[in-house]
Structures are given as C-alpha cells and as structure tokens.
C-alpha cells in the first residue's frame, strides 16, 4: 500500500539556522499539505499546496517559511531561520480528494 | 474559520467496554469529518471518515455518527481492547473544497483501555 514517507525522522538544530523537511507524497495524489504539532497539543495546519503554489496557509506559516516541490515526488518544507517555538512533529500530507494521508512526521527540536 | 471541539481531553476505560468521543464543529459548510488514530511517536492514521449526506457509518467495532443540525459528530468503539490505547483526533473539512481540503482538528482524546 503506498504511504507518505518523510525525511529526516529527527532533526536538531541551532537558533537561526536554516532547516529542509522533506516528503514523499503518496505519487497520484494532487494535494499537498504540511501541519505540526507541539508537544502534547493538537496538529495544526500550516500550509495546503495544490498545482504547483500555494492554496492557502496559516498565520503560523510567516514569512520564515516556504515550500517547494522541486520536482514530481518531493515536497519540501523549509524554515529559514529557526526560532525555539518552532521545536515540534511536523506532518507532511497527502490526498487526492478529501482523505488525507499522514506522514510519520519529522521531530525538529531547535535549541 | 473552522473551530471543532473535542471531549473528553482522557478516557479510560475497561478491556471490552465500549468508548465514546464527541466532536462539535462550528462551520455549517464543512462537508467532510475523518477520525485519526495517533499511536506515540507516529502520524496520525486514518480510521474512519463520513460525509455530510450520510449520518452514520460502521466498520467492524467503529463506528461514528453525525447530526448536522446540531453540528456534532461521535466516534463509538465498542468491545475495546489495549491495542486501542491511543490519541483520537476529529477532524472536519470546510465546504470551501475546491484547492483545498485543508483539516481542522479537534486537540484529540487520550483513550487508555486497561486490561
């Protein structure tokens, strides 16, 4: 059964440094999405990609954030200048309708 | 936007006894409500989903249930066993559809169900 993969299952980092969160998405899926979660709260959206751009995106998703999909299997996230408060699960999604499917998500922790 | 609630925040519950969680979401517009099951350390998994034209599904010992009028939706787990130790999540889809199906979630349900 295909699945979302992502990459790297951790990552740790300085303040300020640049971090690239990749995913796999499921290949005949048209949506792509990027949501975190905090520890212990709930998963929050960030960012949905459809056609190449953007199609909408959270407050949480400022100017320190982009996405890419420099090719026809990888979608990216990255952040340019890491704070403390972005340490969290970040989930890649995919979906071609309605039902979206989970990544096993990357632990970022930034000290 | 899309604000869905979530109760009980925990839920423990006896090997065989049935589970209930409930979801209220505020978007008359959302058309589309799926269930994540999150084990620890992974993503959240997909266990069943209903659309606003239907008002109750089952698969096997799940089941869920909506009622548009009131803007509520239930996950029932009945005959629980460990392995359903979990976080549950509720989630809804707005009706904007189109580009985006973005999920809103509820803050989840820590299901313990003891032996």
């Known amino acids: 059964e295909p699945e979302v993969t992502q990459t790297p299952s951790h990552q740790v980092t300085q303040m300020g440094q640049e971090v690239i969160l990749r995913c796999v998405p499921i290949?005949?899926?048209?949506?792509f999405y990027w949501y975190r979660q905090i520890l212990g709260q709930k998963v929050e959206f960030l960012v949905s990609f459809y056609n190449n751009e953007i199609s909408e995106k959270s407050e949480i998703f400022d100017d320190q954030f982009s996405v890419e999909r420099p090719d026809g299997s990888n979608f990216t996230l990255k952040i340019r200048s890491t704070k403390l408060e972005d340490s969290a699960m970040y989930f890649c999604a995919s979906t071609r309708e309605e039902t979206q499917y989970f990544g096993p998500g990357t632990r970022l922790l930034v000290l | 936007g899309e604000n869905v609630e979530q109760h009980p925040s925990t839920l423990s519950v006896q090997e065989g006894d049935s589970a209930v969680i409930k979801c209220t979401y505020s978007?008359?517009?959302?058309?589309?409500f799926p269930w994540y099951k999150q084990e620890l350390g992974k993503g959240p998994q997909l266990i069943i989903d209903i659309r606003s034209n239907v008002g109750e599904k089952k698969d096997q010992r799940i089941a869920v249930t909506l009622n548009k009028t009131a803007k509520h939706f239930s996950l029932h787990i009945t005959e629980t066993q460990p392995e359903d130790s979990a976080v549950y999540f509720c989630a809804a889809v707005g009706g904007s559809g189109g580009s985006n199906y973005k999920l809103t979630f509820g803050k989840g349900t820590l299901l313990t169900v003891n032996p």
């Open positions: 290949s005949n899926h048209l949506y």
């Open positions: 978007d008359s517009a959302s058309n589309y």
